[in-house]
T-cell receptor, first 120, second 112 residues
Framework: GAVVSQHPSWVICKSGTSVKIECRSLDFQATTMFWYRQFPKQSLMLMATSNEGSKATYEQGVEKDKFLINHASLTLSTLTVTSAHPEDSSFYICSARGRETAKNSGETQYFGPGTRLLVL | GEDVEQSLFLSVREGDSSVINCTYT??????LYWYKQEPGAGLQLLTY?????DMKQDQRLTVLLNKKDKHLSLRIADTQTGDSAIYFC????????????FGQGTRLTINP
């Protein structure tokens, strides 16, 4: 199946610093990428959706100036957590959607392994 | 908006079948997905079904869809210890924003 990678897999940073997380689709072109946040023992919360070459669409309550998303190519999206604070500590998961061909009739969304962020 | 509900916990004995249930609210044509999340990992797509289908089987996995009741289930036959994980049901409508809407996740525990 399709592969989505994230880097780094975990990061610890000091409060006030910025952290960049990369998301790559390795063997398909991602027409759309999604960024989710997951708190312990909770479901995934969609933060934003981005289409290649255009600005991200943020969900209600998500600060676009704090969570900067760039989707510069069909295989790469980045999430930058600016001026991180302890409450930003979470598990961030990206997902990419391309076009399935032949065997499947719809678009399928594939998830990265996640990035655990700890802000001290 | 769309809503997806799941029970939070399920415990089964090794070798038994596990049945994880999910209900959703969207009435339009939709895709329904089952994802598996192991500790500290991302989501692994297990299977999905389109809302005009009743059933889909893939090896040990069987998905049943009752469109009238908007009820989806995932049956795992011969449950093994490696099946311990959180299972998320999700739906994606073909209308509007077409975003995935997740349930809360069901934590499956296997007893020896």
């Amino acid at each position: 199946g399709a592969v989505v990678s994230q880097h780094p897999s975990w990061v610890i940073c000091k409060s006030g610093t910025s952290v960049k997380i990369e998301c790559r689709s390795l063997d398909f072109q991602a027409t759309t990428m999604f960024w989710y946040r997951q708190f312990p023992k909770q479901s995934l919360m969609l933060m934003a959706t981005s289409n290649e070459g255009s600005k991200a669409t943020y969900e209600q309550g998500v600060e676009k100036d704090k969570f900067l998303i760039n989707h510069a190519s069909l295989t790469l999206s980045t999430l930058t957590v600016t001026s991180a604070h302890p409450e930003d500590s979470s598990f961030y998961i990206c997902s990419a959607r391309g076009r399935e061909t032949a065997k499947n009739s719809g678009e399928t969304q594939y998830f990265g392994p996640g990035t655990r962020l700890l802000v001290l | 908006g769309e809503d997806v509900e799941q029970s939070l916990f399920l415990s089964v004995r090794e070798g038994d079948s596990s049945v994880i249930n999910c209900t959703y609210t969207d009435s339009s044509s939709t895709y329904l997905y089952w994802y598996k999340q192991e500790p500290g990992a991302g989501l692994q797509l297990l299977t999905y079904i389109f809302s005009n289908m009743d059933m889909k089987q893939d090896q040990r996995l069987t998905v049943l869809l009752n469109k009238k009741d908007k009820h989806l289930s995932l049956r795992i036959a011969d449950t093994q210890t490696g099946d311990s994980a959180i299972y998320f049901c999700a739906e994606r409508s073909l209308q509007g924003a077409q975003k995935l809407v997740f349930g809360q996740g069901t934590r499956l525990t296997i007893n020896p």
